[in-house]
Nanobody, 124 residues
Framework: QVQLVESGGGSVQAGGSLRLSCAAS????????MGWFRQGPGKQREGVAT???????SYADSVKGRFTISKDSAKNTLYLQMNSLKPEDTAIYYC??????????????????WGQGIQVTVSS
């Protein structure tokens, strides 16, 4: 199985930056897709960004140009650099992974492995 543990969350003012990390362990070689998702207060979980085994990325329109997803394969670690943060970015952020797909989906239901989530709070 695959285990995912997020870190790097916290509280910042609007316009600030945070970098989230996701440490992966277990059978990580079998995972084709990894991604970041978030769930804000009173909202459903939504996709933020994904990255495939070749480094191809996709982003939600709401974060494109502000967030960057990347990975360090040698360290089995996924990252999300978040710049120009807005109050609407406030959410619990989750790391996810899956090995079933040819192209990495953006929908939450496509991912079978999840971290516990980490809080990001952006104040105005």
């Amino acid at each position: 199985q695959v285990q995912l543990v997020e870190s790097g969350g916290g509280s910042v003012q609007a316009g600030g930056s945070l970098r989230l990390s996701c440490a992966a362990s277990g059978y990580t070689y079998s995972m084709i897709c990894m991604g970041w998702f978030r769930q804000g207060p009173g909202k459903q979980r939504e996709g933020v960004a994904t990255i495939d085994s070749l480094g191809g990325t996709s982003y939600a329109d709401s974060v494109k140009g502000r967030f960057t997803i990347s990975k360090d394969s040698a360290k089995n670690t996924l990252y999300l650099q978040m710049n120009s943060l807005k109050p609407e970015d406030t959410a619990i952020y989750y790391c996810a992974a899956d090995g079933r797909w040819r192209l990495c989906p953006e929908r939450t239901s496509a991912y079978g492995y999840w971290g516990q989530g980490i809080q990001v709070t952006v104040s105005s």
